[in-house]
């Protein structure tokens, strides 16, 4: 090109004539101050980093754009504008919103999330008289106040209530401020006054029993009144032999025989009171005749004659059975109190503990505070020795008809004593059998024991002699993944990586400012959260989502070098891995990093 520079002085210009630039300090052309005509293009535009900020441009002269040494970020300023920072523009949040479980029953939430991964929630409390729900996106606030209407009855001589119509009458027909003593009304009424009678002491005191008129069966003869005093009150007269002052009698056989035949029902508690041995037993016989017909003895329980529920209730008011016999069978077995009436519906106020539904499947619940949460099969006799059978669960497609001295049966679960009772011990191991196989006998074949889903912890270790074969994925208690020196590469400056072992320490380097990038495998089954560098200064790290199959990056978060940087969560998949882009400066130290993860 064609430059009329003097002294480092001038315009440069093209071949064709075209201004290019001014330079207007003299310098090395590096650190010259020039002016650019027009557009300018370059495949790099870098600016050098610098401990102070430079001084503001007059009026007229533009502006400036620097980096800071402190943090490595770019910044302009001019005599109009302020110092604004470059590499922080365009950094917005995009936010979504969705419904969410409340913290407690009577709440839900609704949920903005930032493309940031950032939430903040507003709650939603039912309040006195509502419920709550959430279903997807969808809240419903639920009135759960009941209309009540009181209902008054008619008053009677021993409680208030409503006037009746009769009563309301009765009040029409007397007089106001009606006195029972007025001698008008008393005269009008048939009665005599005391100021109507001129012998009023002798009428008074006249005897009135010898006034009344005999009944016509005649008077009481002496001694009837203390007969009758000496009968009790309810006696009958068809107790043909009364002996003895405990009242026992013998009634005739006809009485008998309907005592103890037929059908019974008593209206009324049926209380059975124990003979001399302290029992009290209640037999229930449908084999009278001991043949060996069907016979089918039954306990049931009838509320409002359907056959419902019942409960064994003891002594104590605790009740530990009932037996739900619905129209589709069963039976549960239930615990609790109730109060001394027997008031409390046991049914309601019982906690179940083991029901067996019409298909045979028993379920046994529990609480964390229950001592006893399961199945439990003991062997009693001292005599245990190793290897011998504890007991097992056997199931069965066939009749059911299993010898006692084999588990024969489709499949088996057996327990065998590792340790002699005598010992105190009560070590065991498992065996998990096929049909046929002796109890003594730990042969087992190739389908024996096939593991589909196993959600449980192994501590004590786990052998296998033969092949393992795992549908899905071995998700190891880990998390957090090491990212080591070897797993960063330098990037095209043309420049390696290499560790710096000038001292008695070793670090990772690049050359100059050329950058580094790790590369990083998500474990199947687990998802990327966080990554963090650790180095010696606080450079600029950006982490991508990349594919062994694709050139393309998405980015899930920047941060910088020494701080735990919380990206957009990785899940694991077939392709794809964490790539990280480390910016440091010349010299800067890498030590390594951590990536966090969590089961997906």
Same mark, same amino acid.
């Given at each position: 090109?064609?430059?009329?520079?003097?002294?480092? +002085?001038?315009?440069?210009?093209?071949?064709?004539?075209?201004?290019v630039?001014?330079?207007f300090k003299?310098?090395?052309?590096?650190?010259s101050? /020039?002016? /650019?005509y027009?557009?300018?293009?370059?495949?790099?535009?870098r600016?050098?980093e610098?401990s102070?900020?430079?001084?503001t441009?007059v009026d007229g002269?533009?502006?400036?754009?620097? !980096?800071k040494?402190?943090?490595?970020?770019l910044?302009y300023k001019?005599?109009?504008v302020?110092?604004?920072?470059?590499?922080s523009? =365009?950094?917005?949040t995009?936010?979504?919103?969705?419904?969410?479980?409340?913290d407690n029953s009577d709440?839900?939430?609704?949920r903005l999330?930032?493309?940031d991964?950032?939430?903040d929630?507003v709650?939603?409390e039912?309040g006195?008289?509502? $419920? &709550?729900?959430r279903?997807?996106d969808? &809240?419903?606030f639920t009135?759960?106040?009941?209309?009540?209407?009181?209902t008054?009855?008619?008053?009677?001589?021993?409680?208030?209530?409503l006037?009746? &119509?009769a009563?309301?009458?009765?009040?029409?027909?007397i007089?106001?401020n009606a006195?029972v003593?007025?001698t008008?009304?008393?005269?009008a009424?048939?009665?005599?006054m005391?100021?109507?009678?001129?012998?009023?002491?002798?009428?008074k005191?006249?005897?009135?029993?010898?006034?009344?008129?005999?009944?016509?069966?005649?008077?009481f003869?002496?001694g009837?009144?203390t007969?009758?005093?000496?009968?009790?009150?309810?006696?009958? %007269?068809?107790?043909?032999?009364?002996t003895g002052?405990?009242?026992s009698?013998?009634?005739?056989?006809?009485?008998?025989?309907?005592?103890?035949s037929?059908?019974k029902?008593?209206?009324?508690d049926?209380?059975?009171t124990s003979g001399? $041995? =302290?029992?009290?037993t209640?037999i229930i016989?449908?084999?009278t005749?001991?043949?060996?017909?069907?016979?089918?003895?039954r306990?049931? /329980?009838?509320?409002d004659?359907?056959?419902?529920?019942?409960?064994?209730?003891h002594k104590?008011n605790?009740f530990d059975f009932?037996?739900n016999?619905?129209a589709?069978?069963?039976?549960? /077995?239930l615990?609790?109190?109730?109060?001394?009436?027997?008031?409390?519906?046991?049914?309601t106020?019982?906690?179940?503990?083991?029901?067996?539904?019409? %298909?045979?499947?028993?379920?046994i619940t529990?609480?964390?505070?229950?001592? =006893?949460?399961?199945l439990?099969?003991v062997r009693?006799d !001292? $005599?245990?020795?190793?290897?011998d059978?504890?007991?097992?669960?056997?199931f069965?497609? #066939?009749?059911g008809n299993v010898p006692?001295? !084999?588990l024969?049966?489709s499949a088996?679960i057996a327990?065998?004593?590792s340790e002699t009772?005598?010992? =105190?011990d009560?070590g065991? *191991?498992?065996t998990?059998?096929?049909?046929?196989i002796?109890?003594?006998?730990?042969?087992?074949?190739t389908?024996?024991?096939?593991v589909?889903?196993?959600?449980t #912890?192994?501590?004590?270790?786990?052998?296998?002699?033969?092949?393992?074969?795992?549908t899905?994925?071995i998700?190891p208690?880990i998390t957090?993944v090491?990212?080591?020196?070897?797993?960063f +590469?330098p990037d095209?400056?043309g420049?390696?990586?290499m560790?710096?072992?000038?001292?008695s320490?070793?670090?990772?380097?690049?050359?100059g400012?050329?950058k580094? *990038?790790?590369?990083?495998e998500?474990?199947?089954?687990f998802r990327a959260?966080?990554?963090?560098? *650790?180095g010696? %200064?606080?450079s600029?790290?950006?982490?991508?989502?990349?594919?062994?199959?694709s050139?393309t990056?998405?980015?899930?978060g920047?941060?910088h070098?020494g701080?735990n940087?919380?990206?957009?969560?990785? #899940?694991a998949d077939?392709?794809n891995?964490?790539?990280?882009e480390?910016?440091?400066?010349?010299?800067?130290?890498?030590?390594g990093?951590?990536?966090t &993860?969590?089961t997906?």
């Amino acid at each position: 090109m064609k430059s009329p520079i003097k002294k480092s +002085i001038g315009e440069v210009v093209t071949d064709y004539g075209a201004r290019v630039m001014k330079v207007f300090k003299k310098g090395l052309l590096g650190r010259s101050l /020039f002016d /650019f005509y027009g557009e300018v293009k370059a495949d790099n535009l870098r600016t050098k980093e610098s401990s102070t900020v430079p001084n503001t441009p007059v009026d007229g002269d533009g502006g400036v754009m620097y !980096t800071k040494s402190s943090d490595g970020k770019l910044y302009y300023k001019s005599n109009e504008v302020s110092e604004v920072e470059l590499s922080s523009q =365009g950094t917005n949040t995009t936010y979504s919103v969705s419904c969410v479980d409340g913290d407690n029953s009577d709440e839900e939430k609704i949920r903005l999330t930032g493309s940031d991964s950032s939430t903040d929630d507003v709650v939603l409390e039912a309040g006195t008289g509502l $419920s &709550i729900a959430r279903n997807s996106d969808k &809240i419903t606030f639920t009135n759960t106040v009941t209309d009540t209407n009181t209902t008054y009855s008619e008053a009677t001589g021993s409680s208030e209530g409503l006037m009746s &119509i009769a009563h309301h009458d009765k009040l029409d027909g007397i007089e106001s401020n009606a006195d029972v003593t007025d001698t008008t009304n008393v005269t009008a009424a048939g009665a005599l006054m005391d100021s109507e009678l001129t012998d009023l002491a002798g009428v008074k005191g006249v005897t009135i029993s010898t006034l009344q008129v005999k009944p016509s069966e005649g008077a009481f003869a002496n001694g009837d009144k203390t007969k009758l005093d000496g009968i009790a009150a309810g006696a009958t %007269a068809d107790q043909t032999n009364v002996t003895g002052s405990s009242g026992s009698c013998t009634g005739n056989a006809a009485t008998a025989t309907a005592l103890t035949s037929g059908d019974k029902t008593i209206s009324g508690d049926l209380t059975v009171t124990s003979g001399t $041995s =302290g029992d009290a037993t209640l037999i229930i016989s449908a084999d009278t005749d001991n043949n060996d017909e069907n016979d089918s003895p039954r306990l049931w /329980f009838k509320a409002d004659g359907d056959i419902t529920q019942g409960a064994i209730q003891h002594k104590d008011n605790t009740f530990d059975f009932i037996s739900n016999v619905s129209a589709n069978g069963g039976i549960r /077995f239930l615990t609790g109190t109730t109060n001394n009436t027997g008031t409390t519906n046991p049914e309601t106020s019982a906690t179940e503990k083991m029901k067996i539904d019409p %298909a045979g499947l028993v379920t046994i619940t529990h609480t964390a505070a229950d001592s =006893g949460n399961g199945l439990l099969i003991v062997r009693s006799d !001292t $005599s245990t020795t190793t290897n011998d059978l504890l007991g097992a669960i056997g199931f069965d497609s #066939t009749d059911g008809n299993v010898p006692s001295s !084999t588990l024969e049966g489709s499949a088996y679960i057996a327990a065998y004593a590792s340790e002699t009772h005598s010992t =105190g011990d009560k070590g065991g *191991y498992l065996t998990f059998g096929v049909s046929p196989i002796n109890q003594n006998d730990d042969t087992v074949s190739t389908e024996a024991l096939r593991v589909t889903e196993l959600l449980t #912890t192994v501590t004590g270790g786990l052998s296998v002699g033969g092949d393992l074969t795992v549908t899905g994925n071995i998700l190891p208690s880990i998390t957090e993944v090491k990212i080591l020196p070897r797993d960063f +590469i330098p990037d095209d400056a043309g420049r390696p990586a290499m560790i710096d072992d000038t001292g008695s320490d070793r670090w990772l380097e690049s050359h100059g400012t050329a950058k580094l *990038y790790a590369n990083v495998e998500i474990p199947q089954g687990f998802r990327a959260t966080h990554v963090h560098i *650790y180095g010696s %200064a606080t450079s600029a790290i950006t982490v991508y989502e990349a594919d062994v199959n694709s050139k393309t990056v998405t980015s899930k978060g920047s941060g910088h070098i020494g701080t735990n940087l919380d990206i957009t969560d990785v #899940t694991a998949d077939a392709t794809n891995y964490i790539l990280i882009e480390l910016a440091q400066a010349s010299g800067e130290e890498v030590y390594g990093g951590i990536m966090t &993860i969590t089961t997906a």
